[in-house]
């Protein structure tokens, strides 16, 4: 449910460049190194388990492990054959960059395009394969023109390690979010090489797991040379296992930067410019007159749409229980429903659950169009899901239905599509109820919710329900926005103004990790 709320919208004290520089190597208990080297193996054969049927998993495993990495990133690799050789290098150095999954890649994906921009390479890992993928298929063009390096992320063996930190010699290491390992941030230190967390946060859950090993994440806190956390509450429960203040900072959180696709974004570290600069209205009507070419592309122009994105099991059937009610309503039976489950594997499934259905289905994946009669659209596709709450005109974010945290809502929500999410939202609260406050999003019980009417039209007439009746609640304001889609406009409108104001937080975690980098450069120098 929705949390106490807390700015996280200014940054903190100045780093200590003296923390910062230390060379204190804190090591964890020794029953973590016990226990990893038993570990090992088992991981070995979950790894087997999970992707031996992949065609990659001969380089997945040789990656894990250390037998077989790419090449290293290039400096001008573009165009090296052409550079002359008086010409000042533009080398910033190899940056390491560590992103779990999907979500964390999509997340740190805007922070990479400026740091690319700006003269580093940078080596990308992951550990799962939708996180693989999408790195992969997001810095397609980079990793083919030698300017980023692409590898899944060593197990956390010391031997590992050094092997892994002795092929790719990065400058600095980024970790995204959450995600730490004890022996990487020791062999980090060990070598000199700044670690720093971007975008932090430790929910609630997280800081209990993480308090039942306390020396352990003890150790973690203070090999870590900056923590940027992206709001005080994270920073707090950072500081209560073990980090100094001085090695935080709140910055804000990059779930409200959106990769936007790379031919019309300017390359530089000027790329996100002050939100003053920024005419709002323009940008809100270059968005309408993208979602009316796509409905024309489509052949849905004139058509109710809503989508239900990144959907997890059960619910898929929540979103399709909803549409045969919309169907149901004289003014709203031509709607369309687009689902785009999370994960690929289950698209499959998904495909069966739609045809168990009395509704009529057409499958992206199979090239089928979309007819007067298609009730359903099975958006079974990677990299497009922007494209999908651009075409929508409502949409529900999943991960939310089910106790999953909730995936990103910035992303509809900066196209100006008003969105709805359940009460799972716990991996993104804070976004939650800041866009909720402006009325862009709704979430039941939400108590910072504000809608963008207050005529006859607005959510506030809508029927009380029961606190366990959140599908209700849900269909009720859907049912709103898809029938007064002016007001629904008006909701997204809100929605990508918000995110327009917010994008400044890329500038901030940028500046923060020159700043430890020019530090780190200067120590060397004395």
Known sequence: MPSSHTSSDCPSSAIDSESLTSQTVYQPPSYYQFAISLLKPAYRLQVWRRSHKRDNYRQEVEQRFGKNYPSV?????????????NMPSNDKGVIWCHAVSLGETNTVAPLL???LASGYQIWLTNTTQTGFARGASCFAD????????HSYVPVDSPAVIERFLAHVKPDIALFVETELWANILIKLSEHRIPSILVNGRLSALSFTRYQKISAVSRSMM???KLIIAQDNE???????????SAQIRVAGSLKWVINTPKNNTVHSNTAVTDAKTVDVEDEYQHI???KIELATEFGVVGRPIWVAASTHSSEEEIALSLHKQLLS?????DALLIIV?????RFDEVAALIQSTELTMARRSAEESIGADTHVYLADSMGELMTWYQLADVALVGGSLVDVGGHNPVEPASIATPVLMGGYTQSCQTVVDRLSEVGALYQPNNTFYRPVASDATSTTTLPKAGKNDDAALIYQQLLSWLSHLDVAKQAGQAGAQLTVEKQAVLVRQFTMIEDVIEQYSNQELL
Do not use: C, T, Y
Request: charged content about 25%.
């Open 73 to 85: 990133p290039i400096v001008n690799a573009e165009d090296a054959s052409f550079v002359p050789v």
């Open 113 to 115: 395009d400026m740091l």
């Open 142 to 149: 980079e990793i083919a023109q030698g300017r980023m390096s």
């Open 222 to 224: 203070k090999n870590l």
């Open 234 to 244: 994270s920073a707090k429960r950072f500081r209560q296992l073990g980090a100094d």
């Open 288 to 290: 309408q007159h993208q």
């Open 329 to 333: 309503n004289p003014a709203l039976a």
């Open 341 to 345: 489950p999370r994960h690929p594997e």
